[in-house]
């Protein structure tokens, strides 16, 4: 039978425990911030692209604020509305066809690495005119999402061809002008 005093180390080793793995875990949390996102966590809707970035508010008062970076920012009304014609229509984009879900946070939430998808669910999205009501876009702990404009760096292959053709005329002329 352990002695009182083997019962407080044996509960302080558990409770050093517990803390170094909270610490650690906020440690993950912010390893990430100001990198760009997994392309794989960005949803493309209605010409924006969107990441979930937070299981609280954007900012306070929240239960871990949201970094802002790689041209990232907080959604207006009108966003949400072009991208999203409902609640529902914002948890199918963000729901993988493996049924894990398009979380970001690591990558822009101060203090947390996960996001709390059946908030969302229940309509728990901060500032968005897609909750329910006030109450479910105001509260801290509705969850974030973010938005940028939509970057094309692929070239489409039209614009590669018309560009193909000013070369092939430039080289032209220059030879016309050596003749």
Not at 33 to 49: C, K, M, R, Y
Not at 52 to 77: D, H, R
Not at 97 to 124: E, I
């Amino acid at each position: 039978m352990k002695s009182k005093h083997q019962n407080i180390i044996s509960k302080a080793v558990k409770v050093a425990a517990v803390a170094s793995a909270l610490v650690t875990g906020q440690a993950q949390a912010v390893s990430l911030l100001g990198q760009a996102p997994d392309p794989s966590l960005i949803v493309n809707a209605g010409g924006l692209e969107w990441v979930y970035a937070a299981p609280c508010a954007g900012q306070s008062p929240s239960c871990g604020e949201v970094q802002l970076s790689n041209g990232f920012s907080f959604a207006s009304a009108t966003q949400w509305t072009s991208s999203f014609a409902s609640l529902q229509a914002l948890i199918t984009a963000f729901t993988m066809p493996s049924g894990a879900v398009r979380c970001a946070s690591a990558y822009f939430s101060t203090a947390h690495d996960h996001c709390d998808f059946g908030d969302v669910q229940s309509g728990w999205v901060w500032h968005s005119p897609l909750a329910p009501d006030a109450n479910f876009a105001n509260a801290s702990w509705s969850e974030t999402f973010l938005v940028r404009t939509a970057s094309n760096n692929v070239p489409e292959p039209a614009s590669l061809a018309l560009l193909g053709l000013g070369l092939a005329g430039l080289a032209a002329a220059r030879r016309a002008k050596k003749d």
